[in-house]
Every structure is written in structure tokens, then in C-alpha cells.
């Protein structure tokens, strides 16, 4: 079995910055690409940023400049630091990763269970 789980999500106004993180945890033998997506009230979930094992980094237009994302291959953690925040960018916060399992020659999307951002004074 594989777990993400996610922490750091907070309430902060807007101009702050957050710095949210996620673990992977399980029968792990490699982990391809991992990544942030974003979903807020009454939107459809959003890819907010992605990081290749290799490091390689995407990024939504609505926060490139801001968001920083960055991973620690031996710990299985990503992070995502988030700058110059924003009321838009208020909503639950998904970590994701394309994991091999062992014994597996392929991976497989798994996903957390979010954590919540609120921006707002």
C-alpha cells in the first residue's frame, strides 16, 4: 500500500507565504513524477506544479513566479512554497505522485487527502 499525506496548510493573509509538504510512505521502489494540485470552492480541480524525479519543474501560470515546488528523492517528500499569496488562492491543496510499488515495472497515480490553504485578513 502507498500514502501521501500532506501538512502545512494554514490560514494567512494575503502577501504571506506557506510552505506545505507531503510524505510518501509505503512498498515504494521509485516515485516518477510528483506534484500540487488545487481545488477551490465550487472550481474544478486545478495542476498547480510538477517536479520530475530528475527535477524538472512546471507550473500553472496563475502562480509561476510565486510558488516554488522542490522534492527530497530519498525521503519521498515534496514541498511546495508558496509566496505573495492571494485570496484566488485559497483552496484544498493535493499532493500527488506517479509511484512504482515493489515488484512493479509501472507506476501508478496516487493521491492524498489535501490539506487547506485559506488566504484572507
Known amino acids: 500500500q502507498v500514502q501521501l499525506v500532506e501538512s502545512g496548510g494554514d490560514l494567512v493573509q494575503p502577501g504571506g507565504s506557506l510552505r506545505l509538504s507531503c510524505t510518501a510512505s509505503?512498498?515504494?521502489?521509485?516515485?516518477?513524477?510528483m506534484g500540487w494540485s488545487r481545488q477551490a470552492p465550487g472550481k474544478a480541480r486545478e495542476l498547480v506544479a510538477t517536479?520530475?524525479?530528475?527535477?524538472?519543474?512546471n507550473y500553472a501560470d496563475s502562480v509561476a513566479g510565486r510558488f516554488t515546488i522542490s522534492r527530497d528523492n530519498a525521503n519521498k517528500t515534496v514541498w511546495l512554497q508558496m509566496n505573495s499569496l492571494k485570496p484566488e488562492d485559497t483552496a484544498v491543496y493535493y499532493c500527488?505522485?506517479?509511484?512504482?510499488?515493489?515488484?512493479?515495472?509501472?507506476?501508478?497515480?496516487?493521491w492524498g487527502i489535501g490539506t487547506l490553504v485559506t488566504v484572507s485578513s
Open positions: 500527488y505522485g506517479n509511484v512504482i510499488r515493489d515488484g512493479f515495472y509501472y507506476g501508478q497515480d496516487y
Open positions: 509505503g512498498t515504494i521502489f521509485s516515485i516518477n513524477t
Open positions: 517536479i520530475t524525479k530528475k527535477g524538472s519543474t
